[in-house]
Every structure is written in C-alpha cells, then in structure tokens.
C-alpha cells in the first residue's frame, strides 16, 4: 500500500513508502484515549514514507475499546488490526507479531510489560515504566529474561526544540550550566485529563505527568542525585470539568468521567533539586491552582541564560549571553552549525533545522510517538539501543518518588535510596496494591 505522503504547510511531498519495505509486525495493548494516541503517530510514520513497523493486532480487555481503535485504524491506516482480549490469545493466533506497544492506564504498566515479555515480545511502554521501584525491577528482571527490547516513552526530548535546547547546552551557549528553574500551576479542583490520575495507587497526576519533567530536566543538566520536597492534597475532591482529557484524544469516553471523584495522589510538589553535576535546580509541579495559570522554565549558566523552548509548542527558545545580549530563534542555529535533525524527525517537522515551527499541538504530539515507532523498528532489526531505555525509565521515576518520599520523611532523600529501595514508605501502599 502506498500512502498520502503529501504534508500540508510544507510545500514538498515526502517520498513515497515502498511497497517493498519490510515492516515489522506490532500490536498495541490498551486501547483506550492513549491507544488512540498512538495510533495517530502511527499514522504520521506511515505518511512520512519511513514505515518500519506495521499495526496487526490491537489487544484490550474491554473488547469494545479493541474494536473502536480497529476501526479507527482502518479508516486511518487502510487495514483493520484484528481484535484481542488478552496478550495470550494474540500470541497463540498471531505469532508473528514481535513487538507491542503498551498503552494500559499507567497503574498496570508493570504487570502487562512483564507478561509481554514472558510471552516473547519486544516492548515499547508508554510512560511511566511502573509507579514503583520494585515494578520496575519486576519489568527489568523479565527484560533481561527475555533478551527482547524494552523501550520507554519518554517522547518529549525528542521534540525539535528540546534537540535544539540540548545542542546549545552541549556547544556550552551559556557557559557551564548550574541551576534549572521549572514550574507548572494550573488545573483547579476540575479532574484532569481522567479520573484514575488522581488516585494515588493506580496513577497520580504529579508522577504521570511528572516523569516527562524529570526526563527532561535530566537530559539538559545530567542526572539528580537528591531530592528535598514538600507535597500537598490541596483538592480531594475533584469535579467534572468542561474540558475532558488532553486535545480530543478522550472524547469517545467522555460519558464514563464521573460528576465528582474523591482524590487521594498529591497535586502539588514543590522540590529543590540536587544534581551530580553540582547544579541545584528548583521545581514546582502544581495541579490544583485556581486563578491564572502560569508555566515557566529557565536554565542559568555561567555566562548567560536560557529559557528552552517547550514540546509540542514550536515556540522559539531565548538565550540571554553576557556581553551580547539576547538571541531567539533562527538567530541561535548561528551557534550551533553542525545542529541537524534526523531524516525522520526531518520530514515530520519539515527541515532538518528549525528554530521554531508552526505545527498544531496534535500534529507535534503523533510525530514524536511516531519517532518512538520508527526507533522501536531500529532497535529489532539493527539491533540499536533505545534512547530511553529501562534504567532511564527507572531513575526518572525514581526522582518522582524520592520528591515524595522526602516530603513523607520530612528530609532530603537521594536517588540511590530510592533505587535501592533503602526507603519506600511513599511506594508501600502501591505495592500492597499491586500485590509486588
């Protein structure tokens, strides 16, 4: 099958997919509002003529969410998935299959990774890797096992502009870096993007939304070594709000939000970060402010500042240099000239170097699932290690999870404590739960 490779906006037409290609068979398992999600992206690779993975299977337990995204991948993709209800069933009728993409609620990450890999997939998971340590240990356990892939999805660093941020970091833009400012307020007491986010052992928005965070703060400034927290329940009652989920990736299930939930998962954190390369950084992760939202970021370095452009947005960065003043967007490509994309993330985003773009959330958001696609395809058949892999999926949480720790202990609490599980009076309550 040869798809529309022609991308509006861009004036050019993307090459064409070879019918000759040879894709790699994956299915997705979980099909709910992030299901469809991923679907989208797989559309966008798809388009981009780079295809080396094909959607055959899509597998849920309400076989009537597995129907609604086989639909939706007909009408999208040109074929229709066959429809599963259990990872066992696929695997028994569809052998072939080598990889799925697990698109579950964040609680049950854990349990489905580690029963893919036991049944003989290769995996991509969806953010994050599980809500504990010792989940996650489970998953790595039967990753090694296995001998498959385990590739976490961590998409947001792939995003042009953070590429951008981090190579102007890296050619040292604003000298040595020592201090990152990041911070979120906003959200009220309407329940965000889905009921379950609120519930301390099944999700938690401060942990779901906050390992993408992390990630980043950790790819721009290296890996942080200690947390020292505060966290709160500000609303533990949450209503039905105007607004359900993010975008429209959740309407078909709008129906199910409730009127009103009672919440038990922190919806404020405020942290004061420690990193192993001497930088401090400070974060303020906040989902229950009333008022006027605000968001910001900034990194300070020794000879100027950055305020880094965000994901999905395409909106320039600022650099701030001592003794030259501000430079913001196609200016900085100046300091960075050897700075390209990759031919995929090239032909989504319509050049190979950007210092900004003009693309609509949605489109930006399937794109760089779609780069998590196409790199899942490398690492099967080229053997190529994932970017972000079970240990950066790890720590990631594990930087999560000490910021509330400390604020349980009422002390700075390090990564190694958390890693190690030297302490988890935080994550006990999820284990229990979760029978880990």
């Not at 809500?131 to 296995?146: E, P, Q």
């Not at 998409?155 to 201090?179: F, H, T, V």
């Not at 721009?220 to 105007?242: C, F, M, Q, T």
């Not at 031919?343 to 998590?372: H, I, K, M, N, Q």
Request: hydrophobic residues 40%; contains cysteine; charged residues 25%.
């Amino acid at each position: 099958m040869v798809y529309n490779c022609f991308r509006k906006g861009t004036g050019t037409c993307l090459k064409k997919e070879s019918t000759n290609l040879v894709r790699i068979p994956i299915a997705i398992v979980g099909s709910g509002g992030m299901g469809g999600r991923h679907l989208r992206a797989l559309g966008a690779l798809y388009e981009s003529g780079m295809a080396n993975v094909e959607l055959v299977a899509v597998c849920d337990t309400r076989e009537e969410n597995a129907i609604h995204l086989a639909d939706n991948a007909e009408e999208m993709l040109g074929s229709r998935p066959q429809v599963f209800t259990s990872m066992e069933e696929m695997k028994n009728q569809r052998p072939d299959i080598e990889a799925v993409d697990i698109t579950t609620d964040s609680g049950s990450h854990h349990l489905v990774a580690e029963m893919a890999f036991d049944l003989g997939y290769n995996v991509l998971c969806e953010k994050p890797l599980s809500l504990t340590i010792r989940g996650c240990n489970r998953v790595i356990d039967a990753w090694k096992r296995s001998g498959k892939v385990l590739s976490v999805g961590e998409q947001e660093r792939r995003d042009p502009m953070c590429r951008l941020n981090k190579a102007l970091l890296d050619a040292g833009a604003i000298g040595d870096p020592y201090s990152m400012l990041l911070g979120s307020a906003r959200g009220g007491n309407d329940i965000i993007i889905w009921p379950w986010r609120h519930y301390k052992n099944i999700g938690g928005i401060f942990v779901d939304a906050g390992v993408h965070a992390v990630d980043q703060m950790m790819y721009y400034l290296g890996d942080i070594e200690e947390v020292y927290a505060v966290s709160k329940i500000w609303e533990p009652k949450r209503y039905r709000g105007e607004k359900i989920g993010v975008a429209h990736f959740y309407e078909h299930w709008a129906s199910e939000v409730p009127d009103e939930i009672d919440a038990d998962a922190e919806d404020m954190v405020i942290s004061t970060l420690k990193y192993k390369s001497g930088a401090v950084g400070q974060w303020t992760s906040m989902f229950a402010a009333h008022g006027e939202p605000t968001e910001y970021g900034m990194i300070y370095g020794s000879k100027g500042s950055m305020a880094p452009a965000k994901q999905r947005r395409g909106n320039p960065l600022t650099l701030t240099i001592d003794g030259v003043g501000t430079i913001s967007g196609d200016d900085v490509l100046e300091l960075v000239p050897n700075f390209h994309l990759d031919e995929l993330p090239a032909r989504l985003f319509g050049a190979d170097r950007l210092g900004s773009y003009d693309t609509p959330f949605e489109d930006a958001d399937r794109f760089l699932v779609a780069l998590e696609y196409y790199e899942l395809g490398q690492c099967i058949t080229d053997g190529v290690k994932p970017e972000v892999d079970a240990y950066v999926g790890r720590k990631d949480l594990a930087v999560c999870n000490a910021a509330l720790e400390s604020s349980v202990l009422g002390r700075p609490v390090t990564i190694e404590e958390i890693e190690n599980e030297e302490t988890a009076e935080y994550e006990a309550s999820i284990n229990d739960h979760w029978n880990i």
